[in-house]
């Protein structure tokens, strides 16, 4: 089974700019989970969408959006880009049972960097 | 602010001894999944202790769950330095959000 991907892998804008990142899932995982890695915050929860609805959403502003499509692949975008939105970008697939067994798992994540 | 915390923040050990990392919880929680990271790279889960669990094995590795005193450790027994990596806790309520800790940064030294 082919792990969850991510594209692009690298990617350098400008601030004000907005992105659009996305995310494959594991064939058969419905649910698909986004995080913010930076050094200083460490690993911050975006947002958890599962059957294209979000399930879960965590303290970001407004600029910060995704959406899940009918097929689990998943997108985010962040609009109006600040040097501090400078991070590792992390998406996770999970089969979406919420529960004890619901293991994450994870892409390679997309890098991206702000000037 | 994290609802795990690791302990400590980096450790560096020779080659073929054992690593401890501690983590440290606020709430109740489902389960801990403990994940490793390689430098820069995406995460790999390592195992899953549920709350009615108190340890659990997994080849070289060893998580213990103490719920009472909100808490759970991971052991790298005789470590390699492919173990060289970045160790997460991490912590589901219910059907919230995963949430993790700031990491153990382990160096295993040849």
């Known amino acids: 089974k082919a792990g969850v991907t991510q594209t692009p892998r690298y990617l350098i804008k400008t601030r004000g700019q907005q992105v659009t990142l996305s995310c494959s899932p594991i064939s058969g995982h419905r649910s698909v989970s986004w995080y913010q890695q930076t050094p200083g915050q460490g690993l911050q929860f975006l947002f958890e969408y599962f059957s294209e609805t979000q399930r879960n959403k965590g303290n970001f502003p407004g600029r910060f959006s995704g959406r899940q499509f009918s097929n689990s692949r998943s997108e985010m975008n962040v609009s109006t880009l600040e040097l501090g939105d400078s991070a590792l970008y992390l998406c996770?697939?999970?089969?979406?049972?919420?529960?004890?067994?619901?293991?994450?798992?994870f892409g390679p994540g997309t890098r991206l960097t702000v000037l | 602010s994290q609802q795990g915390e690791e302990d400590p923040q980096a450790l560096s050990i020779q080659e073929g001894e054992n690593a401890t990392m501690n983590c440290s919880y606020k709430?109740?929680?489902?389960?801990l999944q403990w994940y490793r990271q390689n430098s820069g790279r995406g995460l790999v889960h390592l195992i899953l202790i549920r709350s009615n669990e108190r340890e659990k094995h997994s080849g070289r590795l060893r998580v213990t769950l103490d719920t009472s005193k909100k808490s759970s450790s991971l052991l790298i027994t005789a470590s390699r330095a492919a173990d060289t990596a970045s160790y997460f806790c991490a912590t589901r309520i219910g059907a919230q959000k995963l949430v993790f800790g700031q990491g153990t940064r382990l160096t295993i030294n040849p």
């Open positions: 709430t109740s929680i489902n389960n």
């Open positions: 996770a697939s999970s089969s979406g049972l919420a529960g004890s067994t619901d293991t994450q798992y």
